[in-house]
């Protein structure tokens, strides 16, 4: 259980620090939807499943549309 | 020089906050209250999950205030996108015949799965505000794979202005019941049973309800003005 928990804590660190270095911003709100769901995981390891669930829909799917969405009116790639 | 005596400062700011937070114990229950609504929340709510009884009953209050936020940033949003641009047809692309008939196939589960959430919350994990997540979740997927799909705008308005009218209604009538705004004034019945807890499941079904309708509001004008 502690490995699985430390694993998805270091996997969600390198999807936080890989959302705030790429350029291609659609990977970097990839990333950073990646860690809500890690979140979301562990907010249910922590035996608080009502939190995980607004959160995965929350967090991973519809902050990440929006993010998109926007993305897709203005410009992919950060300079 | 300045290299030694930045990381010397870092030093004793890290040393500092982690002796001042070893000192804290962290998971003691400082407070009476949590340990009330643990023993006494079934009780006196008739709702089997705690954490509902505690958002909508000992804490009704506080979750209007939350739903009336979510409402005041869709109004934003849709003022500021109808006032920057006109309304203007895309030419879209039909999607693949796979998307479109996976989409037209889990639209309906996730609409149930949806409503399932938010009118078990007082009986399992979830509530009105994951139910209404996951219904505009499935919205998004409507208008990602079917394009030329789209809710009605007025259906969409009434089901978000119902449901914040049942919940203020339901509260002002505690209000003339009871003496206290939000009171439970219907019978509790019997926990874990469905119709049970008074008005718990009506307000949570009034705020999935809102809480779908806004966020697939929120998208559709956000696809929409793209």
Redesign the interface.
């Known amino acids: 259980m502690i490995f699985i928990v430390s694993f998805l804590v270091v996997l969600m660190l390198v999807g936080a620090v890989a959302a705030s270095i790429f350029r291609d911003l659609i990977s970097a709100v990839i990333a950073a939807a990646m860690v809500s769901l890690i979140a979301s995981i562990l907010f249910y390891f922590l035996q608080a ?2 939190v ?3 959160e995965a ?2 967090g991973a ?2 902050t990440a ?2 993010f998109i ?2 993305i ?2 203005t410009k992919r790639y950060e300079e | 020089m300045r290299r030694i005596v930045s990381i010397l400062l870092l030093i004793i700011v890290a040393l500092g906050i982690s002796l001042s937070l070893a000192k804290i114990p962290f998971g003691a229950p400082k407070t009476k209250v949590g340990r009330h609504y643990i023993d006494e929340g079934i009780r006196e709510t008739g709702a089997a999950n705690i954490v509902t009884s505690v958002v909508v009953n000992y804490r009704g209050f506080d979750t209007l205030g939350e739903v009336t936020v979510l409402f005041i940033a869709a109004i934003g949003l849709g003022a500021v996108l109808t006032a920057s641009g006109g309304e203007k047809k895309r030419k879209t692309e039909p999607a693949s015949l796979v998307l479109y008939t996976g989409c037209r196939l889990l639209f309906p589960l996730i609409l149930v799965f949806g409503t399932y959430i938010f009118i078990h919350g007082h009986l399992t994990p979830g509530g009105g505000f994951q139910g209404g997540a996951i219904i505009a979740s499935g919205f998004l997927l409507i208008y990602l794979g079917c394009r030329e799909r789209r809710i009605s705008r007025t259906a969409s308005n009434l089901a978000e202005s119902l449901g914040g009218l049942t919940f203020v209604v339901i509260g002002l009538l505690g209000l003339v019941f009871g003496g206290y705004f939000l009171l439970n004034f219907l019978p509790k019945g019997t926990a874990n049973t469905l119709f049970s807890a008074g008005i718990i499941p009506i307000i949570y079904v009034a705020i999935g309800f809102k809480v779908g309708s806004e966020l697939a509001s929120i998208i559709d004008n956000l696809i929409e003005e793209s």
């Open positions: 499943p009502d995980a669930m607004a829909a929350i799917a519809l549309a929006i969405i926007a897709r009116r």
